[in-house]
């Protein structure tokens, strides 16, 4: 998974309703569209516009039966950026500068002539 796509899903689930959207289709396992509707105080635009969102970066797989749109979540891909995040945000150690050099007056910089 490159930045953009971790970023894309880390992004996707920032949002609070959209993080408990999830919690509540991991628990169920599979829910459609009107499901998820029902246990949110949001307009059903809204819901629409957050799975989207959810489905769009890759967190939900939304899988169509008739004219009902079942939605479950991707846990392959959650639990591959949970293992990415530390290992792209670690530092690097940062190298030991001598006390010799660090005592050097710092180079000129060379200025052009024309």
């Given amino acids: ?18 993080f408990r959207m ?8 599979e829910l459609t569209c009107g499901e998820v509707g029902e246990l ?4 059903q635009p809204t819901v629409s516009h957050h799975l989207k969102i959810l489905a769009d970066s890759g ?7 008739g004219q009902h749109a079942l939605i479950s979540v991707n846990g392959a891909l ?8 530390p290992r792209r945000l670690r530092t690097k150690p940062r190298p030991v500068v001598a006390a010799a050099s660090a005592s050097r007056r710092p180079l000129r910089k060379r200025t052009r002539r024309a």
Avoid at 59 to 65: G, I, P, Q, S, T
């Fill in 40 to 43: 949110f105080d949001l307009a």
């Fill in 1 to 18: 998974m490159d930045d953009g796509k971790l970023v894309r899903l880390m992004k996707a689930l920032a949002d609070a309703s959209r």
């Fill in 78 to 85: 959650l639990d591959e950026a949970l293992m990415l995040v």
């Fill in 22 to 29: 999830v919690q509540e289709i991991a628990a169920a396992g």
């Fill in 59 to 65: 967190v939900l797989f939304v899988r169509r039966d």
